[in-house]
Nanobody, 125 residues
Framework: QVQLVESGGGLVQAGGSLELSCAAS????????TGWFRQAPGKEREFVASISWAAGTFYAYYADSVKGRFTIARDNAKNTVYLQMNSLKPEDTAVYYC????????????????WGQGTQVTVSS
């Protein structure tokens, strides 16, 4: 069992930055891939970024809408995954969730077994 807790959301002006954190506890999180998803009101939950770790190498993936603006990173020693969000746009406004699944990443939320409670990100124009 893995427990996930997100933090770092808030209100920011367009063009600003925020860093989200996802702290994991429970079983060793190094065997888990972590994804960030977001859900805006009236919309489906969508993939933002994901990261996995294997044989000393991190593998990161991004949605096209955030590529070049967001960076996902992982600190195995702290069991924490970060999402650095730069050049934020009003369309980035959503509740952001981190999720975990065994070993490999996926862009589909249905593939993830564990979810955090979410953190609100609001970008004003």
């Amino acid at each position: 069992q893995v427990q996930l807790v997100e933090s770092g959301g808030g209100l920011v002006q367009a063009g600003g930055s925020l860093e989200l954190s996802c702290a994991a506890s429970g079983r060793s999180s190094s065997n888990y891939a972590t994804g960030w998803f977001r859900q805006a009101p009236g919309k489906e939950r969508e993939f933002v970024a994901s990261i996995s770790w294997a044989a000393g190498t991190f593998y990161a993936y991004y949605a096209d809408s955030v590529k070049g603006r967001f960076t996902i990173a992982r600190d195995n020693a702290k069991n924490t995954v970060y999402l650095q969000m730069n050049s934020l746009k009003p369309e980035d406004t959503a509740v952001y969730y981190c999720a975990a699944r065994t070993y490999t990443t996926s862009r589909s939320p249905e593939d993830y077994n564990y979810w955090g409670q979410g953190t609100q990100v609001t970008v004003s124009s």
